[in-house]
């Protein structure tokens, strides 16, 4: 039970964090560990501006 | 036994659905509650999602999970990342919803609130659902490649640049619908001005603390902003009732009209963490928690419909808006219904982090389905508030005249009873100086807004404070909206003008940088102005062409959808796409056709301006405009808006063209011709991380 609380506040977390375009660091850490053991990956304040930058500086179109 | 217990129950909610519908269809004359349009609709969607979308799903996709999504093909951490089903979907929400779902519907309310809720219902389960999921769909089995790439590798070189083309005319018209919405709402309101202008410096100070004091710290700067925005409410309260600081916060339209020009051409070259990032954060969570919250407030409260199922402007000629029921209801609530604007963001990023292709029916049809209720929301805050007060906040002064006394005049011959007494105090309920003529659908909503939430939280005493919390909510992402939107235009006339000059397409460049930032912000700021200025409250000149242009994107991503199939050879079921295409192309031309040749100067723009035409050759100055020079103007900007029109109908038509053309020859090909990207299965790691 508490379990499953503790999971659906993860996924909101992470959920909201998504909507303004910041995906989970956790899993791109995981994910460098697991494919590119030999990089470093990104600290988290590296990982926050890459994708900062990603988001609005490519030109990406906003809905009405 | 146990399939027939479950078609029962889905029996039972479209029993109730039915009876929820005939309650606020027979109504004659009695109160009903708006409780009964949220059940009706809710069964709907359940109902359309349960059978519609999973026999799209099965029979007309084949969503298969065991294939590769890109996702796990490119999976980088990054752009690329499986993402958990729910997740997703609110990213994709979030995404999609915006200013269109909550405008389009108040202003189609002038008809009553049946033909809106209809058209909202049978468009999105029919059409607008059915995009966002196979545009989705297409993208995710390409590498989740753009539209305008999709066009080009499906139907070829040419219509491809058209897309292209079209979409930036679009966001052109976008900006300067939404900026018109912003202007509206505040012209004249120190209190509205104030709390939007006082977001920048905080916007600005979360830009500082999330890059230098605590960096990327989203969740708790978000906690400051959002206190700081209430104080920032408070604080315009008091620059309202004061004597000395109200003047400095009120403007005129024209007067903002500049600002916000000048606004947009700076908050798109500066940096993005600086202003336009931490404002996004503040607008995604406002708009997500606003729509929560006017969703429980609707439950509690159960507000009474004052608006009747119809009036008499469903015959057309209507204050509000030009035109008949048809086309212009179908052209005026775009997003909610169907919008091509989606297909934008389900080619988008969307694609790129879908975790399995089977919960593309989820996060194509289920948010589509989820933005048609805000929509719907919308419809119920506009038909709460008294029909009186709802024309005489909506129709053009040029129509209902200035003063109180004469609106409540002309407002009352129509056969909404209002006093002006009603009009004063219902201004100084929500702290306005006045409530007339607030064109633009946002303040009407502010209206609806603060009238369902001050039952729930604070009584008649914040009627005030949640009228200006909905302003501001729409002003913060409508801003958003304009500086992300001026950089994507920006980058994309930069690509344009690259192939006649090369040294303009290099992005990092300051010069080539201002000069295309300066020309996207003088194209939304000229149609702005034109609306600004337009006696007739410009909502009526710009608001159907950004329908007719969103409905015409609309079409374009159907007839891609209706091209996949035929060339995946499942033309058997390319009706799912076809016949909402149809439907577009009759709204959309014929909308198109009457904007341009119709006999009413009201609804046409070249008879419009050959009436001013021959005034001018009379030498007489016509009604709104004052000088010969205004007159040119106006005869003018009707050739403009007439000029657009045609292009928005030209590439429509040539995109049709392409299409049929495209399916002709893969009908006559031998075998499948479509260009998916070659069956992998699932790695390994996936089916463990799944469920």
Redesign the interface.
């Known amino acids: 039970m508490l379990e499953q609380i503790g999971n659906m506040g993860r996924y909101l977390g992470q959920s909201l964090r998504l909507m303004v375009g910041l995906p989970d660091y956790q899993t791109y850490v995981a994910h460098m560990e697991s494919t590119h053991p030999d990089r470093a990956p990104m600290t988290y304040e590296e990982f926050f501006r890459e994708r900062q930058e990603a988001r609005y500086g490519g030109g990406q179109g906003k809905c009405c | 036994m146990n399939r027939i217990g479950q078609h029962l129950l889905w029996l039972a909610v479209a029993v109730l659905g039915a009876f929820a519908f005939a309650t606020v269809a027979l109504s004659r004359g009695e109160a009903v509650s708006a409780l009964w349009i949220v059940v009706a609709a809710l069964c709907i969607y359940l109902i359309a999602y349960r059978y519609y979308s999973r026999f799209i799903a099965d029979k007309v996709m084949q969503l298969d999970p065991k294939r590769m999504t890109p996702a796990w093909r490119h999976?980088?951490?990054?752009?690329y990342?499986p993402?958990?089903k729910?997740?997703?979907?609110?990213?994709h929400f979030?995404?999609?919803?915006?200013?269109?779902p909550l405008v389009g519907p108040v202003l189609a309310a002038q008809m009553g609130y049946m033909p809106g809720m209809l058209w909202i219902l049978a468009g999105v389960v029919f059409a607008g659902a059915v995009q966002d999921f196979m545009i989705l769909f297409i993208s995710t089995r390409r590498d989740g490649r753009s539209l305008g790439d999709l066009v080009k590798s499906e139907m070829g070189t040419v219509p491809g640049l058209i897309a292209l083309f079209g979409?930036f005319m679009i966001?052109i018209i976008?900006l300067a619908v939404?900026a018109l919405i912003v202007v509206k709402a505040l012209a004249g309101s120190p209190w509205g001005t104030f709390t939007v202008a006082v977001t920048i410096p905080i916007a600005v100070f979360m830009g500082i603390y999330?890059r230098y004091i605590r960096?990327?710290r989203?969740?708790e700067v978000s906690v400051i902003g959002f206190v700081l925005l209430m104080l920032a409410i408070i604080g315009g309260q008091y620059v309202h009732e004061s004597a000395v600081l109200a003047p400095l916060f009120t403007y005129d339209g024209k007067a903002l009209t500049w600002m916000l020009i000048i606004y947009g051409f700076i908050a798109a070259v500066l940096p993005?963490?600086l202003l336009?990032?931490p404002r996004?954060?503040l607008s995604?969570?406002l708009k997500?928690g606003t729509i929560i919250a006017l969703a429980i407030g609707i439950l509690i409260v159960a507000p009474e419909l004052k608006m009747p199922a119809f009036t008499q402007f469903a015959q057309g000629n209507g204050p509000v808006w030009s035109g008949n029921l048809f086309p212009f209801l179908f052209i005026t609530i775009?997003?909610g219904a169907v919008?091509g604007?989606?297909a934008?963001?389900s080619s988008?990023?969307t694609p790129k982090?879908l975790e399995n292709e089977s919960h593309a029916r989820f996060i194509g049809y289920g948010a589509m389905l989820a933005e048609s209720f805000v929509a719907i929301m919308a419809l119920v805050a506009a038909s709460v508030i008294e029909p009186g007060v709802y024309f005489a906040m909506n129709s053009p002064a040029a129509v209902i005249g200035t003063t109180p006394e004469a609106v409540a005049h002309t407002v009352s011959t129509w056969g909404f009873v209002i006093t002006p007494d009603v009009l004063i105090q219902t201004a100084k309920d929500v702290g306005e100086n006045t409530i007339i003529s607030r064109a633009g659908g946002a303040p009407t909503l502010a209206v609806g807004i603060a009238h369902i939430l001050h039952q729930v939280v604070g009584g008649q005493a914040m009627m005030a404070f949640w009228y200006h919390f909905a302003i501001l909510f729409e002003a913060l992402f409508i801003l958003?909206?304009v500086d992300?939107?001026t950089?994507?235009g920006?980058?994309?006339l930069q690509d344009l003008l690259g192939s006649f000059v090369p040294s303009l397409k290099r992005t990092e460049s300051l010069p080539a940088n201002l000069i295309a930032t300066a020309l996207t912000v003088a194209a939304w700021g000229y149609f702005l102005y034109q609306g600004v200025v337009d006696p007739l409250g410009g909502i009526n000149t710009l608001w159907p062409l950004?329908g007719i242009s969103?409905q015409m994107l609309a079409a374009v991503a159907l007839v891609l959808g209706t091209c996949v199939l035929v060339k995946m050879k499942r033309g058997q079921y390319a009706w799912v796409t076809l016949l909402p295409t149809c439907w577009l192309l009759i709204c959309t031309l014929t909308a198109g056709w009457q904007k341009l040749f119709d006999a009413d100067p009201k609804v046409s723009f070249l008879t419009h301006a050959s009436k001013f035409s021959a005034a001018i050759a009379e030498g007489k100055v016509l009604a709104p405009a004052k000088t010969m020079e205004q007159m040119h103007r106006i005869v003018f900007n009707d050739y403009l808006d007439a000029g657009l029109c045609a292009l928005f109908m030209f590439v429509v038509l040539s995109i049709v063209f392409y299409g049929f053309k495209t399916a002709m020859s893969a009908r006559s090909a031998a075998r499948r011709t479509d260009r998916e990207t070659p069956f992998e299965p699932m790695p390994a790691q996936a089916s463990a991380a799944s469920h």
């Open positions: 999976n980088d951490g990054l752009d990342v993402t958990n729910a997740v997703l979907f609110g990213h979030a995404a999609i919803a915006g200013a269109g979409c966001m976008i939404l999330t960096p990327g989203i969740g993005v963490w336009l990032a996004d954060y995604t969570f997500i775009a997003c919008s604007f989606h934008l963001i988008g990023t982090l958003t909206a992300a939107g950089r994507a920006r980058f994309m950004f969103n």
